[in-house]
């Protein structure tokens, strides 16, 4: 959500919004809590317990800190394509899902 949203919403509701970052395929990963949302600009938050989270390059090198990158998530809860293991191969890259 664009930060002069948050900033209109905040205004009208004050600092109850909360920002959840996940996928279909992984569940809720991330959250952002209302009082880091205009301190953190465009952050996805810290992880949820029991995700294994990874930013990535690329070419699936682990990026440096500040930097942007893909989010690779494994947990005990990934999901496989319906009848399509050549999906789910392509999204899974070592039990880490990789959401492009």
Not at 90 to 95: D, P
Request: charged share 25%.
């Amino acid at each position: 959500m664009p930060v002069c949203v948050k900033v209109r919403a905040e205004a009208v509701f004050g600092p109850v919004l909360w920002e959840f970052y996940g996928a279909t395929e992984t569940g809720i990963n991330t959250v952002l809590r209302p009082e880091d949302q205009l301190r953190k600009p465009g952050s996805c938050g810290t992880a949820v317990p029991g995700q294994e989270i990874r930013l990535v390059d690329a070419a699936g090198e682990d990026v440096p800190d500040g930097e942007p990158g893909d989010l690779m998530v494994r947990n005990s809860w990934l999901a496989e394509y319906y009848q399509r293991p050549d999906a789910t191969g392509k999204s899974l890259h070592g039990r880490i899902f990789l959401g492009r």
